[in-house]
């Protein structure tokens, strides 16, 4: 990807998914989750058609907390032999009042490559957290680290270069996640195109913050990106 109006932004994002325990197609007494829906309602995220056999969001459960730069130099090694373009990325995942160190793995082709990635990190020193005995299934709070390729639209609205029918928008100031579900909420209940997922995070720019908003929305346009940041806008104080 070589166009020189795309951005390259380090951030983080913060969402809600539902998440549960994957029992099959891992490495033996190793902690994994999946989210079996991670754009509720939007069952054509990679396709037109739903995709019962290929993984979504996978969730590998870490030891230990490893850097950015243990978790990037790993990834960086395992893709220049992986079979998939996958994607990957550490976080920090909150369900049941526990906090789980892990790497967030998106694009892969089917269940059977994840026994073989979780090979290929731990060939690079990276350990998985033993499976619990019970399994884990509810809602949880996700925070990710990333880097965003983006193509900037309108001043402070971005599309995503990566991820199809992403788009994010600029705001004035840091947002708690409870103030954003209840923004969120009003949005979705005032408003005749309610059917969007949103997360909140911010990217790193110029030695500082810039807070934003992200929205999912099949066939995203320029024009339900800006409507969308006005019905936000309206609502953060």
């Known amino acids: 990807m070589s166009n020189e109006h795309y951005i390259e932004r380090y951030g983080n994002l913060l969402k809600q998914e539902t998440l549960r325990t994957l029992e099959d197609k891992i490495w033996p007494n190793t902690f994994v989750l999946e989210a079996p829906e991670p754009f509720p309602g939007f069952?054509?995220?990679y396709s037109d058609h739903p995709v019962d056999s290929k993984p979504l969001y996978i969730y590998l459960v870490l030891k230990k907390?490893?850097?950015?730069?243990?978790?990037?130099?790993a990834t960086q090694n395992i893709q220049k032999y992986f079979k998939t373009d996958f994607n990957a990325t550490p976080g920090v995942v909150h369900i049941f009042?526990?906090?789980?160190?892990?790497?967030?793995v998106r694009h892969l082709d089917n269940f059977s490559q994840i026994i073989d990635l979780q090979r290929g990190y731990m060939d690079e020193g990276i350990e998985f957290k033993s499976k619990p005995t019970r399994k884990v299934e509810g809602p949880a709070i996700i925070r990710i680290k990333k880097f965003f390729i983006l193509e900037e639209k309108q001043q402070g609205i971005f599309f995503d270069m990566v991820e199809k029918d992403?788009?994010?928008?600029?705001?004035?100031?840091?947002?708690?996640?409870?103030h954003f579900e209840d923004i969120t909420r009003q949005v979705k209940f005032n408003w005749d195109r309610p059917f969007f997922d949103a997360a909140v995070g911010h990217f790193h720019v110029k030695f500082g913050i810039q807070d934003m908003i992200r929205i999912y929305y099949p066939e995203m346009s320029e024009d339900y990106l800006f409507e969308v940041r006005k019905k936000y806008l309206e609502r953060i104080k």
Do not use: S
Not at 97 to 104: A, P, W
Not at 166 to 178: D, E, R, S, T, V
């Open 43 to 45: 069952y054509n995220y």
């Open 65 to 73: 907390l490893y850097t950015l730069e243990d978790i990037t130099r």
């Open 97 to 104: 009042n526990r906090k789980i160190d892990v790497i967030r």
């Open 166 to 178: 992403h788009g994010y928008f600029l705001i004035p100031k840091q947002i708690a996640w409870k």
